[in-house]
């Protein structure tokens, strides 16, 4: 099977996270040391760039004129992104707008990912 872009982009993008993950409290600490409490947070926002996969598969919904994925895809994911507001920043404070941020990331990719499946299922037939 070919390795599509969406794919390795993917794959490139795991170590890089990795890396900057592993590396931040260095990097806060020599660049930014006022803002050492921050660390956390960037950690987590930078595990939003692992989806960056749907971007590519938002495109292809797109250039495919595929509108009841689009309409679901763009209706759910903002709410799910004010649920996940309303429950997680009065729990967790900054942390839980990010983790909201990244839930709503995460939801939006396994949407994506059900209708490109589905998309992919009913055309090989």
Do not use: W
């Not at 996969?53 to 250039?63: D, E, G, R």
């Amino acid at each position: 099977r070919q390795m599509c872009i969406r794919d390795s982009f993917f794959l490139i993008s795991i170590p890089i996270v990795l890396l900057y993950v592993f590396t931040a409290p260095f990097i806060f600490k020599l660049f930014l040391p006022q803002y050492l409490d921050s660390v956390l947070y960037s950690q987590t926002a930078a595990l939003s760039i692992l989806m960056s996969p749907t971007i590519l598969l938002l495109q292809y919904f797109q250039a495919t004129m595929h509108t009841k994925a689009l309409f679901v895809i763009q209706f759910i994911a903002p709410a799910i992104l004010i649920t996940l507001f309303l429950i997680l920043i009065p729990i967790f404070g900054v942390l839980g707008a990010v983790l909201a941020l990244l839930g709503k990331q995460v939801a939006e990719l396994i949407m994506l990912l059900y209708f490109f499946m589905t998309v992919r299922n009913i055309n090989n037939v």
